[in-house]
């Protein structure tokens, strides 16, 4: 890897000349020229035959041809043995290798090139012409190789070759794809220019009137003589400049520098979750009057606090944060990056009211961030889930000593301009939290962060922070019975996190007079879609205690999706939201998980393969409890009635309702009422119990005895057809664009058949293809890329991509006995 010199005094290096302010209300003039550019098309690829292949390529390799990002592991069939095990999915790793020929350009042989990975799962080893480039053990963050030194230009080609080891397993406790996941990039600077990540903006001191922002840069000069540079720092809102500033200084030969500028933001348009508003720092280095290089950096100004008596205070605001964990997959996709998967599901989060997300257990994908930053999240950025001690044999563990502090260097760097992100997070339930080796381990890192940022407080999530018996709180409290984990007590985290122990959030300030609340995971709710239980009011512990195997459950591994169903270190959705909601002092919570993923299936093991902790199932379809947390999430009006109305004759049903903006319900049952139900103290949700008969369940919601919104469930008859709906009709012809279609299986009338778990396959004309589908059922084993899936409950989803040329694309769905159903998606 290319190495970049030490930073000397400033003093030795630079000769200020003049600092020039100047604001200013401009349009922008000539657009950005982006320094990096897509590396993505046309790589080849082979997957190793571990005996055949001994680990080794060469001329009888056979491979393929195809895009990164890529997750050769999704691609595999399920596999009972697979040493990835259930919690890794059941699906397999292996030793991949990628290889792509290029050419530069001759006049760009004076410039520095360098490769730039967002990700590589796992093991990553880098070759270009045959000169190794070097290795990264850690598949969840970027980094970036010199490649000048060993080019041809001109019409020469070039050789890139990425060694990708995922073999040892287990390597992870839920799944983690396997191969080139993430973007790569080609960036081409001149030899003056700025660092990789080599911006820092922070918004110190902000007010309605103004903003100072200030901003680090830096510059790096690796030409043989000294530079006399411009540096132009311009602030933009879009396209209209804000302000700028100028600095004129002399860089010395093969050295760096790092540049300070201070400007004033006038009435600046602050950063919400309701508005995120972003501003632009565009940098530009200038010799002779000519520009050599260029740097974007977006931000927001905003101003936040973490209270110990008000919780999390945005703009002067108090904000509740509503948050979800989620890992990295994207369900049928796998792990392999696509923007526009990330965005709906955000959209999905978004609209249930979540304004919060956590990036469980590592370094995000940028793209995630750049959108949270964009739609308005509150991002805790999570760096790792292991420290020195394993979880697993072959995981993080065993490559720390020699990786953490550049891993976590790199990810606060890379992050840290984000205005989503509020919260650093060191690591998740690490076994050295009850120890004095934990404590050292924390201070190390704690000092990092803070060397990189100081502008964010820092956590980690602990389980707990208090080590009590929970079911005896208010009894050990009393007697001040409590065992503090060691990293909480030791004062070096900003934020005290809580995982799990919603029973002693109440008593969090008697514990941490001095450390505000974030609940950094909560709740562990289980539910399959659709599927329900009979009798809904008994709370269930799946398994009883977390050590234990669980030996009950449901036929065919489903877990009733009524609210009543939790893992035994958790709650209900219901039992966990009424505490946080309680108390100002609590400033928010992490929910695990806003969406399933695949592996770590509890309270299950094979057959299962994804999980059950979703509010919103692996397809993207939401559970029932989503609506009752946007009934408390968001201001939209909502009356949500379950569950489908397709039962035995005579057969007793609860029926629930979440519902807010109203007074009551009413619930009817073919035209006759069955009852007024009012939400009564804390209550969340109103139930009936009722005997079934087929026909109409219809709920009225009223405020002072004026009708809010009216719902209505039918009885379903026998599957008859096919209906096809997509997210988005129209796409872009980018070869990544995608257009998320559902297929809801309907009866003669268009009603949805709730149990209705038909084979549907699928066919694709036009310039686009079929690149994943799924059902959202855990239980399921048919490919996420095959072109027919299984629906589970009257749902299935299929995922198309775009070509390069525009058109259409026309997919049509079939099922035996069934009407088929196409629709017709543009791209352009």
């Known amino acids: 890897m290319h190495k970049r010199k030490n930073l000397r005094s400033p003093l030795s290096l630079i000769t200020l000349v003049a600092i020039i302010f100047f604001g200013s209300c401009t349009k922008k003039g000539d657009p950005f020229v982006n320094r990096k550019v897509s590396f993505n098309a046309n790589w080849s690829f082979h997957l190793n035959d571990s005996i055949a292949d001994k680990d080794t ?50 006049q760009d042989s004076t410039k520095i090139t360098s490769i730039t990975f967002d990700g590589v799962y796992k093991n990553s080893e880098v070759w270009i012409n045959g000169h190794y480039l070097g290795k990264r053990p850690n598949g969840y963050i970027g980094f970036q190789y010199d490649m000048s030194p060993y080019l041809n230009y001109g019409d020469k080609n070039n050789e890139i070759i990425v060694k990708v080891d995922n073999s040892k397993q287990p390597n992870s406790r839920w799944y983690s794809g396997s191969g080139i996941f993430r973007n790569v990039w080609i960036e081409t600077t001149d030899k003056l220019h700025i660092e990789n990540w080599g911006t820092y903006v922070t918004t110190p001191k902000v007010t309605t009137e103004s903003a100072l922002v200030n901003i680090e840069t830096r510059i790096q000069n690796e030409h043989s003589e000294s530079k006399k540079l411009k540096l132009v720092t311009t602030i933009y809102k879009e396209d209209t400049k804000v302000t700028s500033a100028t600095q004129y200084i002399t860089l010395t030969p093969k050295s760096g520098t790092l540049l300070n500028v201070k400007a004033q933001v006038e009435s600046p348009v602050l950063w919400s979750v309701e508005k995120p508003e972003l501003y632009t720092a565009v940098t530009e280095i200038s010799v002779n009057d000519k520009i050599v290089d260029q740097y974007k950096t977006n931000f927001g100004i905003r101003d936040f606090k973490f209270d110990l008596n008000k919780g999390f205070i945005l703009n002067g605001k108090q904000v509740k944060i509503k948050g979800v964990c989620m890992h990295h997959d994207l369900g049928p996709l796998g792990s392999a990056i696509n923007t526009r998967a990330i965005e709906r599901q955000l959209e999905i989060l978004k609209e249930m009211g979540v304004n919060g997300i956590r990036t469980s257990h590592n370094p995000p994908a940028p793209e995630l961030l750049d959108l949270c930053d964009k739609m308005g999240f509150i991002v805790m950025d999570e760096a790792f889930d292991m420290w020195k001690q394993n979880k697993t044999k072959y995981d993080y563990a065993n490559d720390w000593d020699k990786w953490h502090k550049k891993d976590l260097t790199d990810q606060l760097r890379r992050d840290r301009n984000h205005p989503s992100i509020f919260i650093w997070s060191i690591g998740n339930e690490i076994p050295e939290q009850w120890s004095e080796t934990g404590v050292e381990i924390a201070k190390e890192l704690a000092a990092i962060v803070r060397l990189n940022d100081k502008t964010r407080p820092l956590t980690a999530g602990m389980n707990p922070p208090v080590n009590m018996n929970i079911d005896e709180v208010t009894l050990q409290f009393e007697k001040k019975n409590v065992q503090f984990n060691a990293i909480a ?31 950094t995971e909560t709740t562990s709710g289980l539910q399959t879609r659709g599927y329900y239980d009979a009798v809904s009011d008994t709370i269930k512990k799946w398994p009883v205690r977390w050590d234990l195997k669980f030996t009950g459950g449901n036929p065919g591994n489903t877990v009733s999706a009524y609210d009543q169903v939790q893992a035994p270190w958790g709650s209900t959705h219901e039992a966990t939201w009424k505490i946080i909601k309680k108390h100002d002092f609590l400033s928010g919570m992490y929910i695990w998980t806003g969406f399933d993923y695949i592996g770590e299936p509890t309270p299950y093991e094979w057959p299962s393969v994804s999980s059950y902790f979703g509010i919103v199932d692996i397809a993207g379809f939401p559970k029932d409890v989503y609506y009752m947390y946007q009934s408390e999430w968001t201001d939209k009006t909502v009356l949500h009635i379950f569950p489908h109305w397709n039962w035995k004759a005579g057969q007793t049903v609860d029926v629930w ?22 939400k009564k103290g804390e209550d969340l949700h109103v139930m009936w119990r009722i005997p079934f008969k087929p026909g109409t369940l219809k709920a009225v919601s009223r405020k002072n005895g004026k009708t809010v919104l009216e719902t209505e469930i039918k009885t379903a008859g026998n599957p008859s057809q096919l209906k096809l709906t997509a997210d988005r009709s129209t796409i872009k012809a980018d070869e990544n664009d995608l257009s998320f279609v559902t297929v809801d299986i309907l009866d003669e009338k268009g009603t949805l058949v709730p149990n209705a778990n038909n084979e549907i396959s699928f066919s694709l004309k036009g310039n686009g293809k079929i690149v994943g589908v799924s059902s959202g059922d855990p239980v399921s084993h048919e490919s996420f890329k095959g072109a027919k899936h299984t629906a589970l409950n009257g749902k299935c989803l299929v995922v198309i991509q775009s070509g390069d040329k525009s058109g259409r694309l026309e997919l049509t769905a079939k099922a035996n006995g069934l009407k088929p159903s196409t629709i017709i998606i543009t791209t352009e």
């Open 57 to 106: 390529i060469g001329t009888s390799t056979k491979w393929r041809t195809l895009n990164v990002p890529h997750d050769w592991s999704i691609e595999g069939e399920f596999d009972e043995k697979s040493p990835a095990g259930y919690g890794g999915g059941s699906l397999n790793g292996g030793l991949g290798w990628y290889k792509k020929t290029f050419k530069v350009a001759a």
């Open 489 to 519: 007590k030791s004062g070096v985290l900003d934020l005290i996190g809580y995982n799990y122990a919603h029973q002693t959030y109440e008593h969090h300030q008697k514990n941490f007079p001095d450390k505000p609340f974030i609940a």
């Open 657 to 678: 309702a979440y519902y807010n903006n109203a007074d009551e319900v009413e619930l009817f049952l073919n035209g006759k009422s069955v009852g007024v139900r009012s």
